[in-house]
Each structure stands twice: as structure tokens, then as C-alpha cells.
T-cell receptor, first 115, second 113 residues
Framework: KAGVTQTPRYLIKTRGQQVTLSCSPI?????VSWYQQTPGQGLQFLFE???????NKGNFPGRFSGRQFSNSRSEMNVSTLELGDSALYLC??????????????FGNGTRLTVT | AQSVTQPDIHITVSEGASLELRCNYS??????LFWYVQSPGQGLQLLLK??????LVQGIKGFEAEFKRSQSSFNLRKPSVHWSDAAEYFC???????????FGTGTRLQVTL
């Protein structure tokens, strides 16, 4: 069974630009969550989608948005990039029940660098 | 709101030695508790999880963790560390709100030969 696939692995963008990250979940998983990982703030929850609906959202500005398609694939968009958005963005998929009975499976992440 | 504290930022152990990584959580009830491991350039891999029942849980790669309600702790242990265990370890808590984990700041494990 293929794992969670995130593309691209690396991105370099300029301040003010926008970026779209992609995540393909494990087959059969209907929930996709996104996390931001930085040395200063650690791992922070961005949002979670289940069956194309945003079910949970973290404390990030509106510049961070996402969506989920009918095949459960998800995209995350960051507009008007700031230097502080440089991070490893991790996607995780699950069956969508509580996290104990359907734990998260993480991809290898997309490393975004904003210059 | 729930929170997780991992007091040790960096730990170095010799190969073959025992390991204990500390984790304390803050939450009114018993949350879902997890330990994840992250190798360089990789995502997070689930080592083990706990919600209820036996307070000593076994995970993959020979790891175990013990839940102690009185201390609000969920420490990770391994009797004999292998060089391949060098990685960063994250404790996480979830109050059941669908996939929204709160992570600790992580403990980086270095293994000397």
C-alpha cells in the first residue's frame, strides 16, 4: 500500500508570491490534515479536511487555505508569502475517526523556503 | 487547552544502553497520547498510542511507554538502544477532536557507538 505522497519535496519562493502544495493520502483514507513544522514553533496544526469539508482549523491567518477533492487528495495554498512561512509542511492522512482508532500517517513533507 | 511538555531537548546515549524520554501533558481528562519518531528528511512515524486500559503499552521497534495519571506523564522507554534509533521523538496529545494533535517540542536522540 502506497504511503502519503507530498509534492513537491522542495520549493523556493519569493516573499509576496503564493504557493500550492499537494498531498495524496493513503488509499481509502478520507481525512487529510496539514501541519507546519518550524524550529521555533515546532509542529503546529493547520487544518483538517474530511470528505471535502474542512472539519478543523488551527490558529493560522487566512493566507493559509486548503481544499480536498472528491478522491481525497488535498492541496494547501499560502498566499502573500512571508519569510516566516519558511517551514516543513507535513500532510497526514487517516480514516477520519478519532485519532486513536484511526491514527495519522504522515508524508515526508514539502520543504518551503521563502526568500 | 491541552499542552505537551518534553523537558529534554537533546539526549545522548550509548548504543546498548537503556533510554527514557520524558513527556508530560496537561488536560482535564485522559487524552489520547502518542509517540512519534522523525528521522532526518522524513515524516513522522507512529511508535505507539494510549487511551485506556493497561498503562504500559508496547509499540514498534522495541519501544514501550507508561502512562502515569498521577504524574500526567507518558514516558517512552527502550531497554537497549540501537544506532538506528537516532532521530527526533515527539510526544503528542489529542482530546479526540478529529486528527488535531498537539505536539511537544521534541527530543533529539543521539546514539554514540
Amino acid at each position: 500500500k502506497a504511503g502519503v505522497t507530498q509534492t513537491p519535496r522542495y520549493l523556493i519562493k519569493t516573499r509576496g508570491q503564493q504557493v500550492t502544495l499537494s498531498c495524496s493520502p493513503i488509499s481509502g483514507h478520507r481525512s487529510v490534515s496539514w501541519y507546519q513544522q518550524t524550529p521555533g514553533q515546532g509542529l503546529q496544526f493547520l487544518f483538517e479536511y474530511f470528505s471535502e469539508t474542512q472539519r478543523n482549523k488551527g490558529n493560522f491567518p487566512g493566507r493559509f487555505s486548503g481544499r480536498q477533492f472528491s478522491n481525497s487528495r488535498s492541496e494547501m495554498n499560502v498566499s502573500t508569502l512571508e519569510l516566516g512561512d519558511s517551514a516543513l509542511y507535513l500532510c497526514a492522512s487517516s480514516l477520519g475517526q478519532d485519532s486513536y482508532n484511526s491514527p495519522l500517517h504522515f508524508g515526508n513533507g514539502t520543504r518551503l523556503t521563502v526568500t | 487547552a491541552q499542552s505537551v511538555t518534553q523537558p529534554d531537548i537533546h539526549i545522548t546515549v550509548s548504543e546498548g544502553a537503556s533510554l527514557e524520554l520524558r513527556c508530560n501533558y496537561s488536560y482535564g481528562a485522559t487524552p489520547y497520547l502518542f509517540w512519534y519518531v522523525q528521522s532526518p528528511g522524513q515524516g513522522l512515524q507512529l511508535l505507539l498510542k494510549y487511551f485506556s486500559g493497561d498503562t504500559l503499552v508496547q509499540g514498534i521497534k522495541g519501544f514501550e511507554a507508561e502512562f502515569k495519571r498521577s504524574q500526567s506523564s507518558f514516558n517512552l522507554r527502550k531497554p537497549s538502544v540501537h544506532w538506528s534509533d537516532a532521530a527526533e521523538y515527539f510526544c503528542a496529545v489529542d482530546t479526540g477532536t478529529a486528527s488535531k494533535l498537539t505536539f511537544g517540542t521534541g527530543t533529539r536522540l543521539q546514539v554514540t557507538l
